[in-house]
């Protein structure tokens, strides 16, 4: 089923995966986590597409095996800042063939070769491009989505400048968006505010990461240019040498964000897991009754 016809039915809970990174190419530890998600039964799981595309190979492999093998609806990410079109012709088609209905469009990072941005004009430099491109070629085949920021994205002039360009990539095709990592609530309900103001009213999915780490929390902060609220820095300050309790105050972090999502009526909670289930299952522990309560 594509995911904007899920979303017409329903607000849904969805989790996000990465192809394992390690030097055998071996991803078997990746089915072991996909089997401890599926038993919390998600409306669907995402997979990413890596940074640079470096594991851009695996992602149709694990879609396909969510999809297919676990009968869970799969989102495959496809970032298109370092791919030809012919490229993303034969990934698409290899989703096709898979019965992936689902695209997450990306930009992606930029590589960390300094001459990138010096070389020849790439086929795609934005994910609205992308989206275009595969609805040129494919059609309705795929539902696609896109990604947004709360906090504005790092390379936007201001808030107004992003949110004309969300506004674009909507236009482009994209049926639904997932936001970024946020740790204030406050941030999502002002992009949906402001975004609606704009007759944009596609669903809006909010991207939650249960932080367990303090070196993990101010590389998330400073990978996706999100704000540390005062309440989280000071237990993690408190915290940081502690790993039980970090983990503690992850979870417990993240399921009060959720909460309130859900109790101010979120389109949907999409978690972004770190190949970490046991994190998302002390979630779904935590508040039973209302993940339950979202779709009376």
Same mark, same amino acid.
């Given at each position: 089923?594509?995911?904007?016809?899920?979303?017409?039915?329903?607000?849904? !809970?969805?989790?996000?995966?990465?192809?394992?990174?390690? =030097?055998?190419?071996?991803?078997?530890?990746?089915?072991?986590?996909?089997?401890?998600? *599926?038993?919390?039964?998600?409306?669907?799981?995402?997979?990413?597409?890596?940074?640079?595309?470096?594991?851009?190979?695996?992602?149709?492999?694990? *879609?396909?095996?969510?999809?297919?093998?676990?009968?869970?609806?799969?989102?495959?990410?496809?970032?298109?800042?370092?791919?030809?079109?012919?490229?993303?012709?034969?990934?698409?088609?290899?989703?096709?063939?898979?019965?992936?209905?689902?695209?997450?469009?990306?930009?992606?990072?930029?590589? *960390?070769?300094?001459?990138? =941005?010096?070389?020849?004009?790439?086929?795609?430099?934005?994910?609205?491009?992308?989206?275009?491109?595969?609805?040129?070629?494919?059609?309705?085949?795929?539902?696609?989505?896109?990604?947004?920021?709360?906090?504005?994205?790092?390379? *936007?002039?201001?808030?107004?400048?992003?949110?004309?360009?969300?506004?674009?990539?909507?236009?482009?095709?994209?049926?639904?968006?997932?936001?970024?990592?946020?740790?204030?609530?406050?941030?999502?309900?002002?992009?949906?505010?402001?975004?609606?103001?704009?007759?944009?009213?596609?669903?809006?999915?909010?991207?939650?990461?249960?932080?367990?780490?303090?070196?993990?929390? %101010?590389?998330?902060?400073?990978?996706?240019?999100?704000?540390?609220?005062?309440?989280?820095?000071?237990?993690?300050?408190?915290?940081?040498?502690?790993?039980?309790?970090?983990?503690? !105050?992850?979870?417990?972090?993240?399921?009060?964000?959720? %909460?309130?999502?859900?109790?101010?009526?979120?389109?949907?909670?999409?978690?972004?897991?770190?190949?970490?289930?046991?994190?998302?299952?002390?979630?779904?522990?935590? !508040?039973?009754?209302? %993940?339950?309560?979202?779709?009376?």
């Amino acid at each position: 089923m594509k995911i904007d016809e899920l979303l017409k039915k329903k607000a849904t !809970i969805s989790f996000e995966i990465f192809p394992p990174k390690n =030097k055998d190419g071996n991803i078997d530890s990746i089915y072991r986590t996909i089997d401890e998600l *599926a038993h919390l039964n998600p409306d669907f799981i995402s997979v990413t597409y890596g940074a640079g595309g470096s594991s851009k190979g695996k992602t149709v492999e694990i *879609a396909s095996k969510i999809k297919n093998e676990y009968q869970i609806e799969a989102v495959a990410h496809l970032s298109c800042i370092t791919s030809t079109k012919e490229e993303i012709k034969t990934i698409c088609k290899e989703l096709k063939e898979n019965h992936i209905e689902n695209i997450l469009s990306l930009r992606g990072d930029y590589p *960390a070769d300094p001459d990138f =941005k010096r070389a020849e004009q790439p086929d795609f430099m934005y994910a609205s491009d992308l989206n275009q491109f595969i609805y040129e070629e494919f059609g309705d085949t795929f539902c696609l989505s896109g990604a947004c920021y709360p906090e504005v994205h790092q390379e *936007a002039d201001s808030f107004e400048c992003d949110l004309e360009n969300l506004v674009r990539k909507v236009e482009a095709g994209a049926k639904y968006l997932i936001t970024q990592i946020f740790f204030d609530n406050h941030y999502y309900y002002r992009l949906v505010k402001e975004i609606r103001k704009r007759g944009i009213d596609v669903p809006i999915l909010a991207g939650i990461m249960p932080v367990t780490n303090a070196k993990g929390l %101010l590389h998330t902060a400073k990978l996706c240019g999100c704000n540390i609220p005062y309440d989280l820095s000071t237990m993690i300050e408190r915290y940081r040498d502690n790993q039980k309790a970090m983990r503690e !105050i992850g979870v417990q972090y993240a399921t009060m964000q959720i %909460l309130d999502l859900i109790t101010n009526g979120v389109d949907g909670i999409h978690i972004y897991t770190m190949n970490k289930p046991r994190i998302a299952k002390s979630i779904f522990e935590a !508040i039973p009754e209302v %993940l339950k309560g979202m779709n009376p």
